[in-house]
Structures are given as structure tokens and as C-alpha cells.
């Protein structure tokens, strides 16, 4: 007897409910705010560490935690089909002119705190001459510039394919059910 009440407690907590559209949609955004701020603490936290530590200290665990937390939502993201949690979830083209811009932005913001970062953690850059860091930092800076800018296109392009071809089975499976 005992049993079928918790069996029945059970599956009233997991049956889905009818939701009000707009609080989920408010709830969402909510939800990515405070992903967002958790990214940016988590990253911030890593910088504090680099910083004190000279590169040495950053715990492992909170480094493998941010990556397979991110990894983890790509990946749901592209399992129901969506390349993206904006505009572009539905497109059927690869939108090439937004993703070449947060790439090369991507790519620009993380040269520019590379180098900040070197210039602030080793001082002795000022015994060089302001030619030859020039040099350096010029070339580290387009180079890192272009690397990242085509590993980012290059992935986004990737997820947004999958997602597609995500999307086409399950608009396969919808129109073989109807029949």
C-alpha cells in the first residue's frame, strides 16, 4: 500500500505540467543572465588565479567544472536542434557575416587580454625597446587574432550544420508520425 502512494507522489512530481509561455520565457531569460554571471565570475576567478599564482595555480577541478558545463549545453543545444538561443535557431543558412564578426571580436578580445596579461605578470618587458615589443606584440596579436577568429567560425560552423541536420530528423520524424 505504501508503495503505490510513493509511486503515485512519484509521478505527480515528474508529469509535465501546463506552463504559462511567458513565465517560461521570462524564467529562461533569468536563467541565462545567471549563466552568464556564473561564466564571468568563473573566469574572473581564474584570472585572480593566474595573476597571484604566476600561471601555476589554478585548481583543476574549477577549470574541468567551466569547460564540461559549457561543453554540456553545447551539446543539449545541438541534440534538440538549435545552433543558437537567439535568431538564428531556426535558419536553414549559415548566417556567415554574424559569425565572422563574434569571431573575429572573440578573437581580438582574447589577444588584447593576452598581452595585457603578459605586459602586467612580467615587468622585465620594459628592458626590450619599444620597437622590438611592438614587433612582438604585433605579431602575437594578429596571430592569435587569426588563429582563434577561424577556430571559432570554424566550430560555429560545425554546430550550426549538426544542429540543421538535427533539425531536418526531427521534421523527418514529425512528418513520418503524421502519416
Request: proline share 0%.
Given at each position: 500500500m505504501m508503495a503505490n502512494k510513493?509511486?503515485?507522489?512519484?509521478?505527480?512530481?515528474?508529469?509535465?505540467?501546463q506552463k504559462d509561455e511567458r513565465v517560461v520565457a521570462e524564467t529562461n531569460r533569468i536563467y541565462k543572465v545567471g549563466y552568464l554571471i556564473?561564466?564571468?565570475?568563473?573566469?574572473?576567478?581564474?584570472?585572480?588565479q593566474l595573476a597571484d599564482g604566476g600561471g601555476s595555480a589554478v585548481r583543476p577541478v574549477e577549470w574541468v567544472v567551466l569547460l564540461a558545463a559549457n561543453l554540456i549545453c553545447l551539446?543539449?543545444?545541438?541534440?534538440?536542434?538549435?545552433?543558437?538561443?537567439?535568431?538564428?535557431?531556426?535558419?536553414?543558412?549559415f548566417p556567415k557575416k554574424?559569425?565572422?564578426l563574434v569571431s573575429l571580436g572573440a578573437g581580438v578580445g582574447a589577444a588584447v587580454l593576452f598581452i595585457a596579461l603578459k605586459m602586467l605578470m612580467h615587468p622585465q618587458w620594459g628592458e626590450?625597446?619599444?620597437?622590438?615589443?611592438a614587433l612582438v606584440f604585433g605579431i602575437t596579436f594578429v596571430s592569435m587574432v587569426l588563429?582563434?577568429?577561424?577556430?571559432?567560425?570554424a566550430l560555429q560552423y560545425l554546430v550550426f550544420r549538426m544542429a540543421r541536420r538535427r533539425r531536418d530528423q526531427m521534421n523527418?520524424?514529425?512528418d513520418e508520425m503524421k502519416l
Open positions: 510513493t509511486e503515485g507522489y512519484m509521478m505527480k512530481l515528474f508529469q509535465k505540467k556564473f561564466n564571468i565570475g568563473i573566469l574572473f576567478d581564474l584570472y585572480l551539446t543539449m543545444m545541438v541534440r534538440k536542434g538549435m545552433a543558437d538561443d537567439d535568431r538564428y535557431a531556426e535558419t536553414d543558412v554574424h559569425y565572422a626590450f625597446g619599444a620597437q622590438t615589443l588563429t582563434i577568429s577561424v577556430s571559432i567560425y523527418r520524424e514529425d
